[in-house]
């Protein structure tokens, strides 16, 4: 899903769950290896203030971004899960196209119908090539009629925002307004209620999947209650111009819930427990929906669209892959591209995988060939060339409560 999406943390650093607290309770520490700064690096209009906060800063796909900071990825991440945390994901893309044409163009390029979309509403979509696979995953938003935003993954915008002009036809422009926003996540049970002191907007009012347009600390904004962590929260577009004063402003009006500020290394980790997808790693331009078990943003019936006759193809004849999940039952982490054995065959990889800080164990999402072993059967994952024990599991690993 996007959300920085488009970039592998766990290889980034390496998680060792051996340690831990005078509680008993796991203690990640993390080893960080990274390649050298380079002054060219993109940078976010929040990157000085990353940096005067102390947070580790990594390139990640070309920009300067906040791996973690001085709380540790660990706190980060539980802060979210239980309070509230902020994230600066103004690395993200945004699109926007208009006129006319604008629903037919969205119509041909992405796989959801996008006529169902109200004003204020929005969706996840993925924007395919001609055999399936995902160019990228992308957030659709109906601002009103011939009028859409786009949110696509920080890496893949460029060549996102070609693909979508190249199909223009008609009365219809796209445009490339990435430069003139920030985006910033608020995110956890206590979002809202954190988001709320900062606008006049009745957040209550607005369902998940659906945005408002406001003004949000002072500026104006547009307030989507969307997210990437598995929990409840906004994500807050905002003129570049005005993120540093937005961000001081969440801050302060979270401090009484412990806010923290929380960088990539928890937005993986929170994103891997609710099992929401990364691209190039459960979604890619070689894995289809289908596979990646996001059948439900595909609507054969609503048309043509890019990708239409491969996928029709591929149901007719049964996905050659599946996407599934697992929890590790021997000592080990099923880390990214690790194989994945099914009785004594390779049958796959493991496309996410790492240590659950909030529930305290080792869980992945693995693509194997089908027949997939089901819910409760046992794999394997190859660990340094030794088959370690696993099990499948049901996904997500987290869901919250919506009560």
Known sequence: MPDGRTQDLFPLFTVHRSLLTNSG?????????????????LKTPLNEVHRASG?????????????????????????????????DVSHMGEIEVTGPQALDLLEKVTCNRVANLQDGQAHYTGLLNEQGGFID????????EGHYFLCVNASNQDK?????????EGDVKVDFVSKSWAQIAVQGPKAVATVQKLTDANLEAIQYYWFSQGVVAGVPGIL???????????????PAS??????????EAGKDAGILPCGLGARNTLRLEAAMALHGHEISETITPLEAGL?????LDKGDFIGRDALVRQKEQGAPRKLI??????????????????????????????????????????????????????????????KTAAEVVKRPFYKRDRA
């Open 137 to 144: 995953d992308l957030l659709v938003h109906r601002v009103g």
């Open 160 to 168: 996102d925002y070609a693909h979508i002009a190249a199909q223009a």
């Open 325 to 386: 999940g697992f929890e590790m039952r021997d000592r080990g982490i099923g880390r990214d591209g690790y194989p994945v054995v099914v009785g004594d065959k390779q049958a796959g990889v493991v496309t996410s995988g790492g240590p659950s800080p909030y529930l305290g164990t080792n869980i992945g999402m693995a693509l194997v060939e089908q027949p997939a072993p089901g819910i409760g059967e046992p794999i394997g994952i190859e660990i340094r060339g030794k």
């Open 242 to 251: 005005a993120a540093v004063e937005a961000w001081n402003a969440v801050l």
């Open 295 to 299: 059948a439900w943003i595909v609507k």
């Open 224 to 238: 989507a209650r969307t997210g990437y962590t598995g929990e409840d929260g906004f994500e807050l577009y905002v």
């Open 55 to 87: 947070a580790r800063m990594v390139d990640f796909g070309g920009w300067d971004m906040p791996v973690q900071y001085p709380a540790g990825i660990a706190a980060e991440h539980m802060a979210v899960r239980t309070g509230v945390g902020l994230f």
């Open 25 to 41: 309770s796991p203690l990640i520490c993390v080893s960080l290896s990274f390649p050298p700064m380079d002054d060219a690096l």
